[in-house]
């Protein structure tokens, strides 16, 4: 694959992650890509594509990592609320 394509692919996974703040699973789902790979791009390789991208999405990725435990917490509950209506 052709390393400029490739460049121009992490950079649109930046943008959306900035201007959504979306998740790691959210950005690789609307690009198609694994969660390992969107990691390695937004983690790794854009601090040499591009240093103020890498340096908001970092940011982003913080936050996502700070909420983490409460989304896990609140799937969690939804999903005790649906076995308990359809025990109902």
Do not use: C, P, W
Not at 8 to 26: L, V
Not at 44 to 52: D, S
Not at 54 to 59: E, G, I
């Amino acid at each position: 694959m052709d390393e400029n394509l490739i460049n121009e692919r992490i950079i649109s996974e930046a943008q959306f992650m900035i201007e959504t703040n979306a998740t790691i699973r959210a950005t690789a789902k609307k690009f198609g890509l694994s969660k390992s790979a969107v990691h390695k791009d937004l983690s790794y390789k854009l601090q040499y594509v591009n240093e103020r991208l890498y340096k908001q999405v970092k940011s982003v990725l913080l936050v996502n990592l700070k909420e983490r435990h409460l989304r896990g917490g609140n799937a969690t509950k939804r999903k005790f609320m649906r076995l308990k209506s359809k025990q109902q």
